[in-house]
Every structure is written in structure tokens, then in C-alpha cells.
């Protein structure tokens, strides 16, 4: 049985100092060993490697990222209320996807809420302060400064989504104007007459995108994709729920309704029954997401699938080699820099557009 000794009376944990003094070594030879510096003699490193082994020293992991320029951190940005993060399976799918992709690093993994000014500025000086070695920022709104601020003090970031077309950030995102055109395709297909549409908030990218597919749609088909067969939601249930008695009002006819997301689509489904609508019978219902919702819906939702696990992987991955090639990057000097372009030039970041694919089920 080992026999592990602590080097001070009533269980102290053991100094950097002691280590030194039972080796006979300087403090910084042994901190040079811990960090595994090859300037170090063999026979020190041995030296200092028995004394930790005898006095079960165990390294302080801040003080050594402190000292080594890192955070071994990176935080997870979700600038929504809480009650958005818990409700919508959306972001618990991008969650499990980023950590089983950190669970193999050192990397601790920081969820962030940003619910006011208040908050994002206060995140605002604690990423300056590089408190963190990188973020992910998933839900992005237009309007969000911060993946400017994140390029202007080069912090390694990737978003989960884009702010527009013409996106400078590194980002992770799916063919949305794809997957929605497929989905509207289908149930033209199906022989609906009066396709309508609940879209997100149009101050993010991949609602308008969602909204671009259904109108390409619609177009292709020769069928008028005017404002009357439009509702303006916000990706929660109670938007979808709210847009459907809107569209219900306005064209008492529609007989289709394509949903920018599954969450919403329960939403709508509500919204029918309390008209009394059949799904599909009367109105023929499909969502965007394939997450948990659909598959729990009576009937079962028809739906455009995206990875969302794969993605928040994808996500990871991105951030995890954009750290390693950051010029100077805190705690990963060996690396290999970033290719120089003149001053403050930097290589465009990685853009990944992941496809998806209608899961047809009884809603339609």
C-alpha cells in the first residue's frame, strides 16, 4: 500500500517552496519541471519529480495557467432569457454537442447568460481581460456587438448561426434556406393550396433565410408568397401559437403551414386544435429542428432535421484549432502562428454550412 506523506503537520497541502527545499532545487527549477520545460537536466527533473511523488504535491492548476498567459476556459454565450435556454430542446442539443466534443481537453467550459446591457457589458470586459481562451456565441441577433468586439481584441470565437451573408466571424451553420424550401416543396407536393408560413425573428440571419426558402418555394411553384400567408414569430411556443391565430384571422383558406421552428410548430398545432382544425385532415403542419418536440407531437411532426449536436461539436472543434494557431496564443506559444499578411492582417476563419434533410411524419 503507498503511503502518501503531506509534508506538513494536519494535512496542509504541500508548497512549491517544500518541493524545492526536498529536491534542492530553486522554486522556479520546479515550476519549469511541472510545466514540462525541457530546460531542465534529467537528473533534476528526476530529482523534483520524486520530491512532488513524496509529498503528494499536487499543482495549483490556476496559478499555473496564470503563469502560462491561459484561462484553460471557454465560455458559452447565450444572449436569451433563461427561459428560452430551458424550453427550447435547440440549445440543450448544441450543449451536449460542445461538451462531449471538450470532455477529452483541459478545457472547463463556462455557460453565459446576456440578458441586458447591463450583462453583455460586463462580459464585454471580462472576455478583454482574457479571462477566457475562447467563446462560442450561439442565437445571434443582428445587432449583437459582440463578435465585433471579440474580432477587435482577437479573441478565437465561433458562432453557432450568422448575423448576415457577408459574415467576417468564424461560424458553424446549416443550409436553413435549403432545409426550408425542401420543407415548403413537400407539402406543395401534397397538393396544399394556401401554403403559409410562421417565421423567427427577422433580425436573425437564419430566420430570414428560413423565410427566403419558403418564398424560393413558393415562387418555383407559381403561388403567391405575399404578406397574407405570413406571421411573424419568435421561435418560442407561444409566438408560433400566437402567429397561427393570426394567420387563421386573416385566411381562414390556409390549409399548410410551414414553421421556422419545431417549437413554434407545437405552437401552431395548439392554436389549430382550440380552431378546430385537423392535422393534417385541414391544415398540414411541418416544422424546422427534428428535436424532441416533433417526435412528441400528436401527430408526429414532419420536420426539417439539422445536426445540432454535430454542430455544437463542429463549434468546438473550430475554436479548439483556432486557439492552437493564434499568434502568441496564451499558453500555446509552440504553436505554429497564423500566416502574416501585413499588419494586423488575419486568416479568415473557418466557415462550415452543415446539410439537412426533411423527416417526413404524419403532420403532413
Same mark, same amino acid.
Request: net charge neutral; charged share 25%; hydrophobic share 40%.
Given at each position: 500500500?503507498?503511503? /502518501? ?21 530553486? &522554486? ?11 530546460? /531542465? ?15 503528494? $504535491? ?56 446576456? &440578458? ?13 481581460? @482574457? ?9 445571434? @441577433? ?43 416543396? @413537400?407539402?406543395?407536393?401534397?397538393? &396544399? ?20 426558402? $419558403? ?6 411553384? *407559381? ?17 408560433? @401559437? ?38 393534417? *385532415? ?10 424532441? /418536440? ?22 468546438? &472543434? ?47
Amino acid at each position: 500500500m503507498a503511503v /502518501v506523506r503531506t509534508g506538513r503537520a494536519g494535512g496542509a497541502r504541500p508548497t512549491l517552496e517544500q518541493v524545492a527545499a526536498r529536491a534542492g532545487v530553486g &522554486r522556479g527549477t520546479v515550476s519549469r519541471v511541472i510545466n514540462g520545460s525541457p530546460r /531542465v537536466s534529467d537528473r533534476t527533473r528526476a530529482a523534483v519529480q520524486a520530491a512532488v511523488a513524496e509529498l503528494g $504535491y499536487v499543482p495549483n492548476r490556476a496559478a499555473r495557467a496564470l503563469a502560462a498567459g491561459s484561462a484553460d476556459a471557454i465560455a458559452l454565450v447565450v444572449p436569451e432569457p433563461e427561459t428560452r435556454l430551458f424550453a427550447e430542446p435547440y440549445f440543450s442539443g448544441i450543449l451536449r454537442g460542445v461538451s462531449a466534443e471538450l470532455a477529452d481537453t483541459d478545457m472547463q467550459l463556462l455557460l453565459t447568460l446576456i &440578458r441586458s446591457r447591463r450583462e453583455r457589458d460586463r462580459f464585454a470586459q471580462y472576455v478583454t481581460a @482574457h479571462r477566457v481562451d475562447g467563446v462560442l456565441l450561439i442565437s445571434v @441577433h443582428a445587432d449583437d456587438p459582440l463578435p465585433d468586439l471579440l474580432e477587435r481584441i482577437e479573441m478565437p470565437a465561433v458562432l453557432n448561426g450568422r448575423r448576415s451573408g457577408g459574415e467576417t466571424v468564424p461560424y458553424v451553420d446549416c443550409d436553413n434556406q435549403g432545409g426550408a424550401q425542401q420543407a415548403v416543396e @413537400h407539402l406543395i407536393g401534397r397538393g &396544399r393550396r394556401a401554403v403559409a408560413t410562421i417565421t423567427g425573428p427577422l433580425d436573425m440571419y437564419v430566420a430570414q433565410c428560413r423565410l427566403e426558402g $419558403y418564398r424560393e418555394a413558393m415562387r418555383a411553384a *407559381g403561388r403567391e408568397d405575399g404578406e397574407r400567408l405570413t406571421a411573424h414569430g419568435d421561435f418560442t411556443e407561444e409566438g408560433g @401559437h400566437r402567429a397561427m391565430r393570426e394567420l387563421l384571422e386573416r385566411e381562414p383558406g390556409v390549409d399548410a403551414v410551414f414553421c421556422a421552428s419545431d417549437v413554434m410548430a407545437a405552437g401552431a398545432r395548439l392554436a389549430l386544435r382550440e380552431a378546430g382544425r385537423t392535422v393534417p *385532415g385541414d391544415v398540414a403542419l411541418v416544422g424546422f429542428d427534428d428535436s424532441a /418536440v416533433a417526435r412528441h407531437m400528436d401527430p408526429p411532426l414532419t420536420t426539417v432535421r439539422q445536426p445540432i449536436e454535430e454542430m455544437g461539436r463542429a463549434m468546438a &472543434r473550430t475554436l479548439l484549432e483556432l486557439m492552437a494557431r493564434e499568434p502568441g496564443a496564451r499558453g500555446r506559444r509552440d504553436r505554429p502562428p497564423l500566416p502574416a499578411g501585413g499588419a494586423g492582417a488575419r486568416t479568415p476563419g473557418p466557415r462550415l454550412v452543415l446539410p439537412t434533410e426533411l423527416v417526413r411524419r404524419g403532420s403532413s
